[in-house]
């Protein structure tokens, strides 16, 4: 069973718009998760850490966490073709950390 | 920046071959793990460490072997490779648990062909 689901699969914004992207996690009592990016054969990188309910902003990245709904946004502002890329959201279960299947973003110009 | 060198970046080799894929992280932490990661199923873990010579078993540990032999040196073994383990596998290093809000530190990724 999944433990990290990730919505859309895959997402195609124009440059300017805001970009959505959705993670719903099965357990409730995590408390912190990650937003991760990784461009097309690229490792990963970390974008936003969130901890407790509410919003946390990191540059044009702004993550929304709810844990009463098991969910978890990224919301990119004014997205960039640079952004193009896959982004994976993650959970954390103790000693390791999950990982949804990822959106894969296309940002045109 | 934590850095976490994998070896080699590319490997292709046929199956029922013995592969192994190395790891190196010099920040002195405490966990390692390996991951693959395959078009719609994310990362997905294999193995993992809490120091030298321990071993965990993730959730896809089926036809790997994994070996931490130092704190700083994370192997995994394939010693009879078939295709359905060709993937891009990433290791990663961090100084602790995972649910005490650690991040993880990943190499660039090893990409395995098994033909």
């Known amino acids: 069973q999944q433990k990290v689901q990730q919505s859309p699969e895959s997402l195609t914004v124009s440059e300017g718009a805001m970009a959505s992207l959705n993670c719903t996690f099965s357990d409730g009592t995590s408390d912190n998760f990650r937003w991760y990016r990784q461009h097309s054969g690229k490792g990963l990188e970390v974008l936003v850490s969130?901890?407790?309910?509410g919003e946390k902003e990191e540059g044009r990245f702004t993550a929304h966490l709810n844990r009463a709904s098991l969910h978890v946004s990224l919301h990119i502002r004014e997205p960039q073709p640079s952004d193009s890329a896959v982004y994976l959201c993650t959970m954390p279960n103790y000693n390791v950390l999950y990982f949804g299947s990822g959106t894969k973003l296309t940002v045109e110009p | 920046e934590a850095a976490v060198t994998q070896s080699p970046r590319n490997k292709v080799t046929v199956t029922g071959g013995n592969v192994t894929l190395s790891c190196r992280q010099t920040n002195s932490h405490n966990y390692m793990y390996w991951y693959r990661q395959d078009t719609g199923h994310g990362l997905r873990l294999i193995h993992y460490?809490?120091?030298?010579?321990?071993?965990q078993i993730g959730d896809v540990p089926d036809g790997y072997k994994a070996t931490r032999t130092t704190q700083e040196d994370f192997f995994l073994l394939l010693e009879l490779a078939s295709p359905s383990q060709t993937s891009l596998y990433f290791c990663a290093s961090s100084g602790g648990r995972a649910i005490s809000n650690e991040r993880l530190f990943f190499g660039h990724g090893t990409k395995l062909s098994v033909l």
């Open positions: 460490s809490y120091g030298a010579g321990n071993l």
């Open positions: 969130i901890f407790s309910d």
